[in-house]
């Protein structure tokens, strides 16, 4: 078992649509990060988290550290989102992320 | 830019030929970060160092596997004697010196051993 497990593992959804990409971790953590991956490779950091919610434009970010435990939310879901939306977890020593699988979100207009 | 960039983007090298690819961090970032990345899967830590020190390597690097820092600004991680296991996109990203911060990621070289 994964120390990092996503879910959906693919997600298609028409444009406009809610959605929601789950991440459950089983070991401690210091911080969880969302981050995005478009074609061709290169990451973008959209969220680091330890507590709470987080909220930047159309992506809200929650974190349940007793249930070890993250969603992200992209709200009014437009085609451009379309990218692997990657869940990685920070060693409490600070020293390393622990990435997820991915989640391929396709959106269609 | 002041981004983190890696070169070269592309390496396509046969088996049992040495590679080395290259990372400038951000310049004033003193933590690097290496990982891998095969197809269809989400990234895995290499190795990571604080200004030159090399402090923490993860068992997924072989000793065909050498990173170095050697002036605490870009590094270079070497692989020698390649395998076609070895291919995979191989990320950089840095940070500054502190724990709870987020990670600069650089575009990747993508290796293809043949």
């Known amino acids: 078992k994964n120390e990092v497990e996503q879910s959906p593992q693919n997600l298609t959804a028409q444009e406009g649509e809610f959605i929601t990409i789950n991440c459950s971790y089983s070991?401690?953590?210091?911080?969880l990060h969302w981050l995005q991956q478009h074609p061709g490779g290169g990451i973008v950091s959209l969220f680091m988290?330890?507590?709470g919610k987080k909220k930047h434009g159309r992506l809200i970010a929650t974190i349940n550290i007793q249930e070890k435990h993250s969603s992200l939310h992209i709200t009014a879901s437009h085609p451009r989102d379309s990218a692997v939306y990657i869940c990685?977890?920070?060693?409490?020593?600070?020293?390393?992320?622990?990435f997820g699988e991915g989640t391929q979100l396709t959106v269609n207009p | 830019d002041t981004g983190v960039s890696q070169n070269p983007r592309h390496k396509i090298t046969k088996r049992g030929q040495n590679v080395t690819f290259r990372c400038d961090p951000i310049?004033?970032?003193?933590?690097l970060y290496w990982y891998r990345q095969t197809l269809g899967q989400g990234p895995e830590f290499l190795t990571y160092?604080?200004?030159?020190?090399?402090?923490?390597k993860s068992r997924l690097l072989s000793d065909r596997f050498s990173a170095e820092r050697p002036k605490g600004s870009f590094s270079t991680l070497e692989i020698q004697r390649t395998e076609q296991g070895d291919s995979a996109m191989y990320l950089c990203?840095?940070?500054?010196?502190?724990?709870?911060?987020?990670?600069?990621f650089g575009p990747g070289t993508r290796l293809t051993v043949t």
């Open positions: 990685a977890v920070r060693s409490p020593s600070g020293s390393r992320l622990t």
């Open positions: 990203a840095s940070s500054i010196d502190s724990g709870r911060v987020e990670q600069y």
């Open positions: 160092f604080q200004n030159e020190a090399q402090l923490e």
């Open positions: 310049s004033e970032h003193n933590r």
């Open positions: 988290l330890s507590s």
């Open positions: 070991v401690g953590i210091s911080a």
